[in-house]
């Protein structure tokens, strides 16, 4: 019997093949955003630890589930970029302080993988289609809100996805390349999010099932509240 994992990786892998032109096969970035300095949390967050894990391992195993994704960690903590890399990933280190900065690195370094600059995924693989950024502290994202925004992604590709619940639109974000060069630009401590604020029209709300499925980790509180939560997935 195959897993739930396995039938999601397959049903988003399918919807990549039927989204194919005559080019490169249309592949989605994925940029893990983990480089906070958890300041109201008291120390780096994505080490502290969620059901016998360090937190980032939830993200990174929802992510895994999709082989269309090309996934980097963009982080400025060294024990991230150990943890990362010991698990197999791609991993940026940096020491810039703003979520534009990690926005404009994470990007800007899949694309140069995509333009043959470092040769990490085969050619016929790396052209991106678009690009999702992940928030790494948002352990309770269900792997099936995931595949919902891919899918969505798939049928509206010029467009910004993104999951809300009762019409609050959280993260991540998926941009369609079209983007890519104001994502490249952004305002010095902009997000994603000035650019969903620029461009309404062409942002694409998908409903998730529970609202805390969007909810991040600022504090030890919330650690706490989302790991109770979990038990009652």
Known sequence: MKSAGTKISEAVTASLEQNRTDGPVKAVGCVIMASGLGRRFGGNKLLADFDGQPLISRILECSARFPCLRRLVVTRHAG???????MGLFVLLHDLPDRSDTIRLGLGHLL??????????PPAHSHLSGCLFCPADQPLLRPESLEAL????????????????EGRAASPVLFGRRFFPELLTLPRGAGGSFLAQKYPAQVVQIPVR???ELDDVDTP???????LLSKGI
């Open 150 to 165: 891919l899918q969505a992604f798939f049928q509206n590709p010029d467009s910004i996805c993104r999951p809300a619940y």
């Open 80 to 86: 991230i970029a150990a943890l990362c890399r010991e």
């Open 221 to 227: 509180q919330d650690l706490a509240r989302l790991f």
């Open 210 to 212: 529970d609202a805390f």
């Open 112 to 121: 140069a993988i995509e333009d043959g600059q470092d040769h990490i995924w």
